[in-house]
């Protein structure tokens, strides 16, 4: 019986076939899945900062694009993924709030978060299927390991699977 794991923000969870990952209300945050299509092994994280070296309090491993992705990455592998198999899905990172033109890229949260997840996963060697990012509108993802399909739900831009 398919089960929906609910991953809530700055967290991480795995899923193998039949069940279903899903993360709610992603904004500035990016949803990062990977997955082994053959295996039918997958991660979701709901990353809220890009990095855990500018902040203080960063014990929470699974809110920053840095430590989450490697961490997610070692967890599937230890379901049964394969390494070189294992490739990534992207959604969030939008631009939520409007800001005069000369606001500084430190505000530009959405934009950083998914620069710094496309960064790691290309220091990690996982190549990315697809992604929707940016844009100002919130989005909430349900991502499928049995077929490797991330449907994407929004308000005011539809539903689509990536």
């Known amino acids: 019986m398919k089960k929906m794991i609910k991953v809530g923000m700055a967290e991480f969870k795995t899923a193998k076939t039949p069940d279903v990952l899903t993360t709610l209300g992603l904004g500035s945050c ?12 997958a991660g979701l994280a709901h990353i809220m900062l890009p990095s855990s070296t500018q902040i203080k309090n960063n014990s929470n491993k699974a809110k920053f694009a840095d430590t989450a992705i490697k961490m997610l990455l070692s967890d599937i592998i230890d379901l049964g993924a394969a390494r070189r198999k294992i ?29 710094a997840t ?8 996982i190549p990315i299927l697809s992604e ?9 993802i349900e991502f499928d390991p049995s077929n490797g399909d991330l449907l994407i739900k929004t308000i005011g831009h539809g539903v689509k699977t990536i």
């Not at 990016?30 to 092994?41: E, S």
């Not at 990534?88 to 620069?115: C, P, T, W, Y």
């Not at 929707?132 to 909430?140: H, L, M, V």
């Open 30 to 41: 990016i949803g990062i899945c990977l997955y082994d299509k053959q295996a039918k092994i």
């Open 118 to 125: 496309k960064s790691i996963l290309q220091e990690c060697r």
């Open 87 to 115: 490739v990534a899905k992207i959604a969030g990172g939008a631009q939520m709030f409007a800001f005069s033109n000369n606001a500084n890229d430190l505000m530009k949260i959405g934009f950083r978060n998914a620069e």
């Open 132 to 140: 929707d990012t940016g844009g100002n509108y919130g989005r909430t």
